[in-house]
């Protein structure tokens, strides 16, 4: 398949960060100064993902306002759908932008009303996803979490867990995942990105329907087939994961070897500015390193249909539509 083909297909992004994917255009427009791309997306020279999540202090700079929060979300779901995207999944963390002049509410709603604007302009549906982070505390996040629960099925699709996972291990916070499973939220959890298995099989035990990443796994057979057996959605990000070094260039990407086992992955962008790609740059950048063929692109969208956090309507459309 060449980029024409790809950009037919019709597609899906479940791990996108709102604050990593805005554009350099609504940046300069929204903080009235202009930026090189240097500062705001990383190469693959980016030594870490310490280095990396640097890159996200002006995008969260604009996201101060409903009214800007709103139209970053926006132009997220135009972005996606210019390249083809039907169903995205835009995760955010709503205590990074909440102030005293804006409530954990209030940055919920303007998220879940871009979302709405997005899909009734363009030709794709979405959902958001609400991102507790590694280094808050734990119940600000669970306060976070029953705010979220209001608008489950209503906009907000699921929970998160994003951050500094080195430093953070899984154990932390069972007590945070046990109270989304109380809740009744269906939740990802980023684990084995730049931290070790031991976050992914944590995960999985707490219940996560889906793991962010999941490359730490790749060489631990028992944790593969568990991956399989329990059909966890596996959301894998190539650009982004070269990037930080969570896999080294000279490494071969595991997403096919996962896919050839069965395991639900899926291709995402992670973040569209940041890494500065589009679900379409992903596929084309695993194709020209021969890490990837055409059964493998169609498998992952079959996958992440699967694995989605959609109604069963959207799924039906979107398996409808492949
Ligand atoms: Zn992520």
Redesign the pocket.
């Known amino acids: 398949m060449n980029r024409e083909d790809i950009i037919k297909l019709p597609k899906l992004d479940l791990?996108c960060?709102l604050d990593?994917s805005l554009s350099k255009v609504f940046l300069e427009k929204t903080l009235g100064r202009n930026f090189t791309m240097e500062e705001l997306s990383v190469s693959m020279d980016c030594n870490s993902l310490v280095e990396y999540l640097k890159k996200f202090d002006i995008p969260l700079e604009a996201m101060n306002t409903q009214e800007n929060i709103k139209a970053a979300t926006v132009e997220v779901m135009k972005s996606a759908s210019d390249e083809g995207v039907k169903y995205i999944e835009i995760?955010f963390a709503p205590l990074l932008s909440a102030s005293n002049s804006m409530s954990t509410k209030a940055v919920i709603e303007a998220v879940i009303a871009g979302i709405q604007e997005g899909s009734e302009l363009f030709n794709i549906h979405g959902n958001a996803i609400c991102?507790a982070m590694t280094h808050q505390p734990i119940e600000d996040s669970k306060s976070m979490f029953k705010i979220a629960r209001e608008y489950y099925g209503s906009g907000v699709a699921g929970l998160?867990l994003?951050g500094d996972e080195a430093n953070h291990p899984i154990g932390e916070f069972k007590e945070l995942f046990e109270f989304a499973r109380d809740l009744g939220m269906n939740f990802t959890i980023?684990a084995g990105?730049a931290g070790p298995k031991s976050n992914i099989k944590g995960a999985i035990d707490y219940g996560a329907k889906r793991i962010?990443?999941g490359i730490a796994m790749r060489n631990d057979e028992e944790l593969l087939k568990l991956a399989k057996d329990k059909g966890i959605g596996i959301?894998m990000?190539p650009i982004?994961n070269y990037q930080t070094k969570a896999v080294l260039k000279e490494q071969t990407y595991p997403y096919a070897d996962y896919i050839r086992r069965g395991i639900l992955a899926t291709i995402n962008t992670?973040?569209r500015l940041v890494s500065n790609t589009s679900i379409t740059n992903e596929i084309l950048f695993l194709q020209k390193k021969s890490m990837i063929d055409d059964r493998d692109i169609l498998q992952g969208i079959k996958n992440a249909i699967e694995v989605s956090f959609a109604s069963d309507d959207i799924k039906n459309m979107l398996w409808k539509e492949l």
Request: glycine letters at 12%; one cysteine or more; charged letters at 30%.
């Open positions: 791990h960060h990593g995760r991102c998160d994003a980023h990105e962010g990443h959301e990000c982004s992670d973040n």
